[in-house]
């Protein structure tokens, strides 16, 4: 079984610095696909960042940027220069072979101005 | 393009009465479809998935029960709710790849 590990269940960042977001993983697939997902208040899921196993760079997407080490099976998230409107609760999931996304109990952001 | 339709957005029922949660796809076919389950502040819990008409996986025993009667429509029922039952119903779809999944914009369920 899988199991995704989000330790951090509320965090405060002020607002244009940067703030990391920690997610460990735990699989026996070798092949597996790491996301994470951006909750605001409304409770729409919002796709961020994706990781394959098998990249290996770091994956980017604007201020998003994973921190992928994969020894560790660890995929923080890093978001620079935090805005007001990344104020949201964040997950971390997991989908290995079988097509099933397993969740973090995810990371709540609070940017202060 | 690709949409999920996912309905009602709120629903308050009284505990006991039956429930029905509707999900559709659009745009493609043969979708992996998912139901999920998020009570409050928390993370999300698989509930069903289904890869293909009539196919479906339970992955926690519970009070409901899910449907695929067409390939891009997804249904969660329950006979009798419970206050348990209570919570954020997130349906989604998914591909190889990012961005994974593509959720519904959510049902939020208060049994009373």
């Known amino acids: 079984a899988q199991k995704i590990t989000q330790t951090q269940p509320g965090m405060f960042v002020q607002e244009k610095e940067a703030v990391t977001l920690d997610c460990t993983y735990d699989?026996?697939?070798?092949?597996?696909?790491l996301f994470w997902y951006k909750q605001p208040s409304s409770g729409e899921m919002i796709f961020l960042i994706y990781?394959?196993?098998?990249?290996?760079q770091n994956a980017t997407e604007g201020r998003y940027s994973l921190n992928f080490q994969k020894a560790r099976k660890s995929a923080n998230l890093v978001i620079s220069a935090s805005q007001l409107g990344d104020s949201a609760m964040y997950f971390c999931?997991?989908?290995?072979?079988?097509?099933?996304?397993?969740f973090g109990a995810g990371t709540t952001v609070t940017v202060r101005a | 393009s690709q949409t999920i339709h996912q309905w009602p957005a709120t629903l308050v029922q009284p505990v006991g009465s039956p429930l029905s949660l509707e999900c559709t796809v659009e745009g493609t076919s043969n979708p992996n479809l998912y139901w999920y389950r998020q009570a409050a502040g928390r993370g999300l819990q698989l509930l069903f998935y289904s890869v293909g008409i009539g196919q479906i996986s339970s992955e926690v025993p519970q009070n409901l029960s899910a449907s695929r009667p067409q390939d891009r429509q997804f249904i969660l029922s329950s006979k009798k709710l419970l206050l348990s039952d209570s919570g954020f119903y997130l349906c989604?779809?998914?591909?190889?790849?990012?961005?994974?999944?593509?959720f519904g914009s959510g049902t939020r369920l208060t049994v009373v």
């Open positions: 999931a997991m989908r290995p072979n079988d097509y099933k996304l397993s």
């Open positions: 699989t026996s697939d070798p092949s597996y696909g």
């Open positions: 989604a779809w998914s591909v190889i790849g990012p961005p994974g999944y593509t």
């Open positions: 990781q394959g196993s098998y990249d290996q």
